[in-house]
C-alpha cells in the first residue's frame, strides 16, 4: 500500500505546485478553461495520463471550470502518487490553448 505523506512532507513536495491546495485530506486544483470544450478537453488529456498511471483523480466541470482532486483513495490520503499526478495536471494546463 502507498505510504500517506505527512504534513512535512506534503509542504515540501507541493513547493513546487503553487496552484493547489489541500483540502479535505486531498489535493485540490480548479482550472478556468477558455470554452467548455477546452475544458473537456482538458479532462480528456488528464484521463489518458492518468489511465496511464493507474492513478485517477476525481474530477468536476462546471461550465468552463474544471477541478481536479488527486487523493489516493486505497491508502485513505495524498501519497506521492498525488503529488506526481498533480505535476502532470499542471504541464496540461500549461499547455491549454482555446479550441479552433
Do not use: K, Y
Amino acid at each position: 500500500m502507498a505510504e500517506i505523506l505527512d504534513g512535512q512532507a506534503l509542504h515540501e513536495a507541493m513547493a513546487d505546485h503553487p496552484h493547489w491546495s489541500v483540502e479535505e485530506g486531498s489535493l485540490q486544483r480548479s482550472v478556468q478553461a477558455p470554452t467548455f470544450l477546452d475544458g473537456v478537453n482538458l479532462v480528456v488529456q488528464v484521463a489518458r495520463e492518468a489511465e496511464d498511471r493507474d492513478h485517477h483523480p476525481d474530477i468536476d466541470i462546471r461550465w468552463s471550470t474544471v477541478t481536479f482532486r488527486c487523493v489516493t483513495h486505497s491508502a485513505g490520503g495524498v501519497t506521492a502518487a498525488d503529488v506526481e499526478l498533480a505535476g502532470v495536471i499542471d504541464e496540461l494546463v500549461d499547455r491549454l490553448t482555446p479550441a479552433a
